[in-house]
């Protein structure tokens, strides 16, 4: 084992993101660093690392974010010297302002860029926000290059370059994410992450009313982030559609479904479409920025022109059986070839210079 050096103060918004985005990545660092992840509460217990919650919300709130800002500025200074590594977009601005008032330097992980489906002056705005964070860093990395591609054209950078070896923040654990045995009696359509608009939520109720998928099972798992979760509810009521709340075993989900449904409209990456691929399970989603480093077309999925149907891509897909079963081997030997865990992860940490 290495010799323990410096602290990392690491900083994430939302806590399930630790969990979802995060931990492997702690784990290996914590083999050479002592590790303090400071995320939302509540507070996390682990054997890798420290953790302190603070008041942390993902929407606008200055009560809230003005005592996160405070709670922020208290633990860098009763750590000088750490290193700091924040990520996902709201942290990310408030620890580059808290690093600029400390005088701190802080390295950036580029989880995705908010701004790609806004207009007008909220686009403006955060294109600012994620400008300013940038900018201010000691260093960006990008977690996808086609990521990195979009922001560099949307903020018209000269720096940083694209050091990135591998795509993934995380890579995938192919002894957990792995084919199960099992085979389902009816063909199971699955869609595993948040539910909100930028996920795709126009399109999950265009799947849930399409009478072509009444004989498919249909099951929708993760955390529902709309304002109205009736419609919701009263759309899959009396349907053959399952909905379950997300948990910490996403490999069970994806190893019970067929195909996954993926209409986000807005990734850094794609994670989900690279662990289902891991599992034995294409995908059917948007050819956008990260989502296209995720997944390789007609060989882990497809991937549909974002004015094109994406429920027609799906239908496409499960009637041609053939093509069906094909995707199922080659997308498994894509995520083995391009996605081991350790190599995304020391390519991860190589970029951050840790």
């Known amino acids: 084992m290495k010799k323990k050096k410096n602290f990392i103060l ?18 290996l660092l914590s083999e050479s ?40 500025i208290k633990i860098i200074f009763k750590h000088p010297g750490s290193i700091i590594v924040t990520s996902t977009p709201k942290m990310s601005l408030i620890v580059s302002v808290c690093s600029k008032v400390l005088l701190k ?14 207009k007008g002056l909220k686009k403006y705005i955060y294109k600012s926000i994620d400008e300013f964070i940038i900018h201010n860093s000691e260093i960006t990395t990008f977690i996808s290059e086609s990521l990195f591609n979009s922001v560099k054209k949307e903020l018209n950078l000269t720096t940083p370059i694209y050091n990135r070896n591998f795509n993934s923040s995380k890579g995938v654990n192919t002894e957990i994410f792995k084919p199960s045995s099992y ?18 939520l126009d399109d999950i109720y265009k799947l849930i009313d399409d ?8 099951e929708i798992k993760g955390r529902l982030e709309i304002s109205d979760s009736n419609k919701f509810f009263n759309l899959i009521k009396n349907k053959n559609i399952k909905f379950s709340n997300w948990d910490s075993n996403p ?23 690279m662990e289902a691929a891991s599992c034995g399970v ?29 429920v027609d891509a799906l239908h496409e897909l499960i009637c041609d059986k053939e093509l069906l079963t094909r995707l199922k081997k080659s ?24």
Do not use: M, W
Request: net charge positive.
């Open 10 to 27: 690491y900083f994430i918004g939302p806590n399930f993101t630790v969990q979802s985005l995060a931990l492997p990545s702690l784990e």
């Open 33 to 72: 660093y002592e590790i303090i992840c400071i995320s939302e509460g509540p507070k996390i217990k682990s054997d890798y690392f420290d953790h302190i919650p603070i008041p942390f919300k993902r929407k606008p709130s200055l009560l809230v974010d003005i005592k996160c800002l405070l709670r922020i």
């Open 105 to 118: 330097n802080y390295r950036y992980i580029h989880r995705g860029a908010v701004y790609q489906n806004f």
């Open 183 to 200: 085979s389902n009696q009816k063909l199971k359509i699955g869609y595993l992450g948040r539910i909100c608009e930028d996920k795709g």
């Open 211 to 218: 009478t072509r998928f009444t004989n498919y099972q249909i």
């Open 251 to 273: 490999e069970l989900f994806l190893q019970s479904i067929d195909v996954l449904f993926f209409p986000s409209k807005r990734e850094g990456f794609g994670n989900v479409a």
């Open 282 to 310: 294409p995908t059917v989603a948007y050819s956008i920025p990260g989502v296209t480093d995720a997944i390789k077309h007609n060989k882990s999925g497809i991937l549909v022109k974002k004015n094109n149907s994406i």
């Open 331 to 354: 997308a498994r030997q894509y995520a083995l070839e391009n996605f081991n865990q350790r190599k995304v992860l020391d390519d991860l940490h190589k970029s951050l210079d840790l």
